[in-house]
Structure formats: C-alpha cells, structure tokens
C-alpha cells in the first residue's frame, strides 16, 4: 500500500501522570512547536488523560497535571488555532477505536512491549488491564486521525511501531487500505534525556528523588541546584562526542545543552571541551534558566485561569471530534457493526 494518498498529519501526546520535565519539553513540546511552525502538516496535540489512569491518580491531581500539561504546551508555542490541542477523555471515539484496536492487536505483541515489563516490573498480576493494553490505545489515538507521522522521545518508538502492525493486521483482515502506517519521528540531541542522578535510566515524571529531574514548574535556584548536585564522573569534558562513549552522565549534560541551545553536542563540546564540571554546571544552569524560565512564567500565568484551559480544551476537543468522528463511524462500518436505521 502506498501511503502517501494520506494527506501529512502530526498527532502526538503526553500524559498528565505529574507535572511536565525537561525531558518532555527537550524530547517532545519543542519539537511539537517546531512542527506546527514550519507548516504543512496538520498538527494534533493530545492530553491523554485516560492513558495516565492505567495507574493511580488522584482526582484532584489528575485534574491539576491535565491543565499544567496543557498550559506547558501553550506556553512552549502551541498555537490552539493553528494546532488542534485537547485532553484525550473528551473525544469518546479514542476509547471506542482503542476497543476495536484490542480486538486487532495479538497478546504475542503486547507481550514484547518492553515499556510494561519495565513498569510492571516483578509484580505483573498486580497491575491494571488498562496498563497492558496502553500501547492500543496510543494506536487509536493516532490512527483515530488518520496521522502520518508521529514526534515521540525514543522510548515511544516501539509503541508507534506496534500502531503500524495493528494498521497494516487491520487493513489486511478486512480488506481495505484505510489506515496509514504513521512514522515515528524521533531526532535532535534531546530524544532520550536521562535522569540527573543515574545517566542510564530516563528522567521521568514519577522517579522517586525530585533531584533527579528538573520540572517544568521549578524556579531558577532550584534548576541551579539540581544541575549543580547532578551526578558526573571526575574527567572534565572531553574534545568530540566519540569520546563521551561509556561516560552516560556527561554525555547526558552535554546533549541537554545541546537542545537547549539548539546546536549539537559537537558545537558544545568545541566550545567547552576541555572544561572541568565546575564551570560547565553553572553554563549550563545558566543557559536552562534563561531558555525555561520565559515558559515556566506563561505556564504559572496561564495556570491562574484554570477556566480559560478548560474552554480551549474544550474547544479543541470539538475540532478533534470533527475529523475523528468519520473516521471512526467507517471503521465500524468496514468491521461490519451496523449502525444505519
Ligand atoms: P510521557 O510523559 O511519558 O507521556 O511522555 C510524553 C512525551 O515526552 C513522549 O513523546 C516521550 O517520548 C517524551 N519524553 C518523556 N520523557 C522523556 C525523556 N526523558 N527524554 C526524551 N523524551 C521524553
Ligand atoms: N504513550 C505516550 C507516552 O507515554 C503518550 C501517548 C499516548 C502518545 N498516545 C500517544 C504519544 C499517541 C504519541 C502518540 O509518552
């Protein structure tokens, strides 16, 4: 099948499982900005609130994370007449695709997604239906669109990969050439920002020590701080990026400049090889605090207004409903569920 009947459409998301961090900004936000301005692609933006539920939230944090994801992805440049920007709970038609995605999907596949046994851990029996199916989920959302090409960090690759084999099974039992196979789009420096404390592990939303991640809503001492305790080794910089092989917290500190300056690690270490971590924490705190704290500011004025988010959520949401709607009712129709009269 050929896919490029499919006209370029962007759709990616972000759950509100606790407040934004760098490595959603670096890995996903900036780059999510950076598509809908260069144009010629649609641009779809999803809080997938009902992703995060397939562990526990609390309510009233939920509620609060779904309105900061929102607010970040606003401050960060997304422009909700330009793009489409909603929570995912508000478009029922992801939850009713995603049921015919678990319909599609073979247990043999979900089984080899190493994201649920990394989150699952030892402890599988304990954890939620909901969990083990995510990744048909995500298939929906972005299917639901007809997207062709979807911005993720690094460790949502076989996520979109596994929505190209729920595509290609679906079109290939009933038939038909509907769905496109969507592109995961993962490049710049910033695809895999790993944690503070241990540059093997990613920095995420719900590591147990705040230290080990810099949020989105943290203020300049504590970006200072945090950059200033991050674990390195005792060799300064080193002259190219070939030599930063085996050294994954300098190479770590060295690629979130990168992303931050918009140069590569190469352009960082010509300009600070050589350095000792004295001087290249503080340069780079420095360079964080100058390049988030405008985002953070919008972030914190928008969130003062949780009622506007709600109203462009909402608004969003209508524009979302607009192009899923067909979408979905053909899928019934092609899956033989009757729908007329
Ligand atoms: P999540 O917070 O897990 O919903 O992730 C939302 C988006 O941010 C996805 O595209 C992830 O791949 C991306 N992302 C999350 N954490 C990181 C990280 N540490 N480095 C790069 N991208 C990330
Ligand atoms: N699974 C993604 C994550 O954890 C979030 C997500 C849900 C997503 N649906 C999506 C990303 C669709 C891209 C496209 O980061």
């Known amino acids: 099948?050929?896919?490029?009947?499919?006209?370029?459409?962007?759709?990616?998301?972000?759950?509100?499982?606790?407040?934004?961090?760098?490595g959603n900004y670096l890995g996903a936000i900036k780059r999510f900005v950076e598509a809908q301005d260069r144009g010629g692609a649609e641009t779809i933006f999803c809080v997938v609130d009902l992703h995060a539920i397939t562990v526990w939230q609390d309510p009233a944090e939920l509620r609060a994370a779904t309105r900061e994801v929102a607010a970040g992805f606003l401050a960060a440049g997304i422009d909700p007449e330009r793009s489409?920007?909603?929570?995912?709970?508000?478009?029922?038609?992801h939850a009713e695709l995603g049921w015919i995605f678990n319909c599609v999907a073979r247990l043999g596949w979900m089984n080899r997604m190493t994201q649920f046994k990394e989150k699952a851990g030892k402890n599988a029996e304990a954890q939620s239906l909901g969990l083990?199916?995510?990744?048909?989920l995500m298939a929906a959302d972005i299917l639901l669109y007809h997207a062709t090409h979807v911005p993720v960090g690094?460790?949502?690759?076989?996520?979109?990969?596994l929505t190209r084999d729920i595509a290609g099974k679906f079109n290939h039992d009933y038939g038909v050439d509907f769905f496109p196979l969507p592109e995961p789009v993962i490049e710049g420096p910033a695809m895999r920002v790993m944690n503070l404390r241990d540059g093997?592990?990613?920095?995420?939303?719900?590591?147990?020590?705040?230290?080990?991640?810099?949020?989105?809503?943290?203020?300049?001492?504590?970006?200072?701080?945090?950059?200033?305790?991050a674990r390195t080794d005792a060799a300064p910089l080193p002259a190219t990026v070939a030599e930063l092989e085996g050294r994954p917290e300098a190479r770590n500190l060295v690629e979130i400049y990168a992303a931050l300056a918009g140069i590569t690690p190469q352009a960082v270490l010509d300009r600070h090889g050589g350095a000792?971590?004295?001087?290249?924490k503080p340069?780079?705190?420095?360079?964080?605090?100058?390049?988030?704290?405008?985002?953070?500011?919008?972030?914190?004025?928008?969130?003062a207004d949780p009622t506007e988010i709600d109203r462009l959520l909402a608004r969003g949401a209508?524009?979302?409903?607009?192009?899923?709607q067909p979408i979905l009712e053909r899928t019934f129709d092609i899956v033989g569920l009757v729908r007329g009269g």
């Open 132 to 136: 083990y199916a995510y990744p048909s």
């Open 84 to 93: 489409i920007l909603f929570n995912q709970s508000r478009v029922s038609a």
């Open 1 to 22: 099948m050929t896919e490029s009947r499919f006209a370029p459409r962007i759709f990616s998301g972000i759950k509100p499982s606790g407040g934004l961090t760098l």
């Open 154 to 161: 690094e460790d949502q690759k076989q996520h979109v990969e």
């Open 200 to 229: 093997t592990r990613k920095m995420s939303k719900s590591g147990e020590s705040d230290m080990e991640r810099i949020n989105m809503t943290d203020d300049a001492a504590t970006i200072a701080k945090k950059f200033q305790k």
């Open 318 to 324: 209508e524009r979302a409903r607009a192009l899923a």
């Open 283 to 303: 340069a780079l705190a420095e360079l964080a605090v100058e390049t988030l704290s405008p985002v953070s500011r919008e972030m914190a004025r928008l969130m």
């Open 276 to 280: 000792g971590w004295g001087a290249f």
